[in-house]
Every structure is written in structure tokens, then in C-alpha cells.
């Protein structure tokens, strides 16, 4: 499949949060831990949303922030300390009704691999790892955190006559 073909079957989104939603950057402040999402990349979000699709946060990670940013966006599924995305993701995706080719992934690094390899539409940001981008259908002009999340979305409702 071509990559417009690929973006039409999207009907889940699944983002890694660090390197990805994030610039990957993790300050740790004397109150908590801090990070830094992209104005841009949540208002694509809450259009994904409108559009009537589904999104979900696999982070190896865990922080208090990703509930926020989740509610602030209408992002429905965070799952944290997330070792093994490619399982995680196959599960939500069972759980949703939904098939491979249905679901894109944006990851950075090497733990998001595997899922990458497995999901119809694998998407890698512009500064993410070799490996990430080497498995990669799409890689972002933007690195990640600075609305790579957001290209990507607006390809896929392109595509979909959505945006």
C-alpha cells in the first residue's frame, strides 16, 4: 500500500509520549516532574477527535502529566510503564474491534520498534533514533515535540477528506 492508502484505514492514533509528543526532554523540579507539549500538536488532537477517531498514550514512563495533557486533548487510553508497546498495542487494538492496518504509531526510539513494525501506518519523527526511522512508512519534517504529532494527523484526515 501507498502511504494515502495507508492513512485512509486510520481510525487509532497511538502516540509515544517522550521524543514524540514531548521534545523529550524530563526536567525534575523540587515540585514534580516537568514537561513540555505542543500547542499546535493538541489542537490537531481534539480535531482527530471530532473526526470521530480514537487515540491512546504508550509511554515507558510514568508522570502525573500524561493524565492531564490526556484530558486536556481527549485522548481516551494513556497506559504507562509500557515495556512492551507492540503487546500493549495489539491488545488495545483487540479490545477496540479494530485490525492492524487500522492503527498508526508515532514513535521516536528503540523501544517503539516493535510496535512500529506491527501497525499499518509506522510513523517516526524527524530526529527519532535510526532504527525508528529505518522501519518508518512516514517520518516527520518536525522533531519530536515541536508538532510532529500534528503533521501526522493532518496527512491522515487529508487522506481521509477529513481535515
Given at each position: 500500500m501507498?502511504?494515502?492508502?495507508?492513512?485512509r484505514a486510520i481510525q487509532l492514533l497511538c502516540l509515544?509520549?517522550?521524543?514524540?509528543l514531548t521534545p523529550g526532554d524530563v526536567t525534575h523540579l523540587p515540585t514534580g516532574?516537568?514537561?513540555s507539549f505542543h500547542v499546535r500538536d493538541?489542537?490537531?488532537?481534539?480535531?482527530?477527535?471530532?473526526?470521530?477517531?480514537r487515540s491512546a498514550l504508550l509511554s515507558g514512563r510514568r508522570s502525573p502529566l500524561l493524565a492531564v495533557r490526556a484530558r486536556?486533548?481527549?485522548?481516551?487510553?494513556v497506559i504507562e510503564?509500557?515495556?512492551?508497546?507492540?503487546?500493549?498495542?495489539?491488545?488495545?487494538?483487540?479490545?477496540?474491534?479494530?485490525?492492524p492496518h487500522q492503527v498508526c504509531f508515532?514513535?521516536?526510539?528503540?523501544?517503539?520498534?516493535?510496535?512500529?513494525?506491527?501497525?499499518?501506518?509506522?510513523?517516526?519523527?524527524?530526529d527519532g533514533c535510526v532504527?525508528?526511522?529505518?522501519?518508518?512508512?512516514?517520518?516527520?519534517?518536525a522533531p519530536g515535540g515541536q508538532a510532529a504529532v500534528r503533521e501526522t494527523i493532518e496527512r491522515i484526515l487529508r487522506c481521509q477528506g477529513l481535515w
Open positions: 501507498n502511504l494515502a492508502q495507508r492513512c509515544d509520549v517522550d521524543g514524540v516532574e516537568s514537561k493538541g489542537t490537531a488532537l481534539k480535531r482527530w477527535h471530532q473526526a470521530g477517531h486536556e486533548t481527549g485522548i481516551q487510553t510503564g509500557c515495556e512492551d508497546k507492540r503487546a500493549a498495542l495489539e491488545q488495545l487494538t483487540r479490545q477496540l474491534g479494530l485490525l508515532i514513535g521516536d526510539d528503540l523501544i517503539d520498534v516493535k510496535a512500529l513494525l506491527w501497525c499499518g501506518l509506522a510513523v517516526a519523527v524527524a532504527e525508528s526511522r529505518a522501519v518508518a512508512h512516514y517520518i516527520t519534517v
